[in-house]
């Protein structure tokens, strides 16, 4: 089956620093992706991970490690802004493409 | 460079009523996404195109869900008929090749009463 946890809250202060876990069991992995999503909006596009290590995006960061089926989301500095659900998303193979499977998201509150 | 559009924002129809969503990818992106998202989960992929073929339709509720991309551009996704059940926003994402970024378009949020 297709497994992508992540937990279900945050909470963060302003100007802290932030991360959000996903753990996956999948059949078939071809990269992790993590995804912003405001509040009534589209998601958008944030990292992406296919080789084990951290990839740096100005405030965001995103780690792999395949062997433990895990990965994080790290944000900086917040930012009010930054409040919004990060969903954690696995491209599987399949056919012809591959396919995306999300976690539900984490929803991220941050306070003044 | 213009995004995903879809159309309608929002629809609110009875049970048992029929709908449908439109879509227009980013031009030139050859892969059309379909995802339904419930309130609190992520979203949930129905059906994927590539041109004007199904690559995927394997979580799509065939008996009431149809899905077509007549000349590989646009694309409608149609309920029929509706259930309670159905309530979710509708998104639509497209990519420049299967393995590529999605973009995601603003989505339609269905109420089904």
């Known amino acids: 089956g297709q497994n992508i946890d992540q937990p279900t809250e945050m909470t963060a202060t302003e100007g802290a620093i932030v991360q959000i876990n996903c753990t996956y069991q999948t059949s078939g992995f071809n990269g992790l992706f993590w995804y912003q999503q405001h509040a009534g909006e589209a998601p958008t596009f944030l990292s992406y991970n296919v080789l084990d290590g951290l990839e740096e995006k100005g405030r965001f960061s995103s780690f792999l490690s395949r062997s433990k089926g895990y990965s994080y989301l790290l944000l900086k500095e917040l930012q009010m802004k930054d409040s919004a659900s990060y969903l954690c998303a696995v491209r599987t193979p399949g056919g012809a493409t591959n396919k995306l499977i999300f976690g539900t998201g984490t929803l991220l509150a941050v306070q003044p | 460079e213009a995004g995903v559009a879809q159309s309608p924002r929002y629809k609110i129809i009875e049970k048992r009523q029929s709908v449908a969503f439109w879509c227009n990818p980013i031009?030139?992106?050859?892969?059309l996404y379909w995802y339904q998202q419930i309130l609190g989960q992520g979203p949930k992929l129905l059906i994927q195109?590539?041109?004007?073929?199904?690559?995927?339709d394997s979580q799509l509720p065939k008996d009431r869900f149809s899905a077509e991309r007549l000349k590989g551009v646009d694309s409608t996704l149609k309920i029929q008929p509706a259930k309670l059940e159905d309530s979710a926003v509708y998104l639509c994402?497209?990519?420049?090749?299967?393995?590529?970024?999605?973009?995601f378009g603003p989505g339609t949020r269905l109420t089904v009463l």
């Open positions: 994402a497209s990519s420049f090749q299967g393995l590529g970024e999605q973009f």
């Open positions: 195109f590539q041109n004007n073929g199904v690559v995927d």
């Open positions: 031009s030139g992106h050859a892969t």
